[in-house]
């Protein structure tokens, strides 16, 4: 994890997929370094993978940026 978010929480959803089928999909609660609280929704349980772990640490710098305006 890295320096600018911490993971708050992972919620584990089942929801219907575009193919009439189920899907599982993991909403993440990230707290950013500048103390920005934001939820986003990805398909991998596992933070620190490298589909992840990009993901939220862009966000995390997006919403930064976006507070110190």
């Known amino acids: 994890m890295a320096a600018e ?15 009439k089928g189920i899907k599982q999909v993991y909403r993440y609660l990230v707290k950013s370094a500048g103390g920005v609280v934001f939820t986003i ?14 993901v939220l640490l862009k966000k995390a710098k997006e919403f930064d940026k ?4």
């Open 5 to 19: 978010y911490k993971v708050l929480k992972i919620d584990e959803l089942t929801r219907v997929s575009d193919e």
């Open 41 to 54: 929704e990805l398909d991998d349980p596992d933070p620190t993978t490298e589909k992840v772990a990009p």
């Open 66 to 69: 976006i507070l110190a305006m």
